[in-house]
């Protein structure tokens, strides 16, 4: 096998990550669609893309980060508590609207100090999100939220659209996916802010050396996290009728670590694209599904994704190996 694979790459040239995990991805679904009926089936298809929405959306604000050479593991304690704390605001009377601009002001100010933290303080960003995470949980649960669970108020249609509604047929947790991803791959593609980023991960010591701000970038790398956690929150809210702020015990942040590192961006950060996002939440989204339909149990379930997890980290080390001079600008 491993002379088969030396040969292929010989004959076709050093193939990128991306593609490696797509001809995967595609592989898998033709498996599952000729072994298990009903597996093709639009149905499904359907119902397997809007499953894997969430994660798809939090991947995107954690793309950015990554891709920065960073990393945000309070990013589903920010989505949990910030939609949480919008759906106690509305049982409360306050209108949707303000609410929401509540708690997305809630979200953006742990992102800001994540990447105050970083920026400034310079304490690593395992560290520093981890305990932010930590602290947005505490202080969402201790002050700001009734209870474990919160609910939106009776007759809130326009919130439940988010979540349950469809726009030409299509399920709005697809579209604001879609949305979201566009968005992230136009800023990363053809704004400056986007080539700082890169520039950013790549080299953070000839960044700054080229004029680039480098710890207000941070902060709003960190900060844009926040916002499309907030974005994930509302619509996982909206889509069950419900928050359940104990998500933050799942594993979720490392499903969305899984989503990122399987599609290609590398941790060691500037290179990558939202399409990476796409195409490892599509891989992810069919493996979970098929196993699923299954009946493999959640406990199985895990560890298939931790093997694949640890297998895209062992590809992306191979395909992407650090120099010298990569691992010294990485301690700046």
Known sequence: MAGLLAG??????????????????VACFIFFAVSLQGFASIGNIVAMLRSIAILGILSTGMAVVVIGR????????????????TLTLM????????????????????????????????????????????????????????????YPPKGADDFLFIGQGHLVGIPMPIIIFIVAAVF??????????????FGLGDNMLA???????VRPLIIFSYAFSAF?????GLTMASSVASMNTEVINSTLVFDVLLVVVLGGISLSGG?????????????????????TILNVNSDAQNIAKSVV??????IDRRLHPKDEETDKQGDH
């Open 91 to 150: 049982n409360g009377g306050m209108t949707l609207f303000p609410a929401m601009a509540l708690g997305l002001l809630f979200a953006l100010a742990i992102g800001v100090l994540n990447g105050w933290i970083i920026a400034f303080i310079e304490i690593p960003p395992l560290f520093a999100t981890l305990a932010t995470g930590l602290v947005c949980f505490g202080v969402g649960r201790w002050l700001l939220i009734d209870s474990v669970h919160a």
């Open 228 to 232: 499309i956690a907030f974005i994930a």
């Open 271 to 291: 290179r990558g694209s939202i399409v990476s996002v796409v195409v490892g939440a599509c891989l992810i989204g069919i493996l979970l599904n098929g196993m």
């Open 8 to 25: 292929l790459l010989g004959r076709f040239g050093k193939p990128s990550q991306e593609l490696i995990v797509f001809a995967i991805a």
């Open 309 to 314: 997890l640890l297998a895209a980290i062992v």
């Open 184 to 197: 992230v791959h136009w800023m990363l593609s053809r704004t400056v802010v986007g080539r700082h980023i």
């Open 70 to 85: 960073g990393l945000d593991l309070s990013q589903v304690s920010v989505m949990a508590i910030s939609a949480a704390w």
């Open 207 to 213: 960044a700054r050396l080229m004029g680039v701000a």
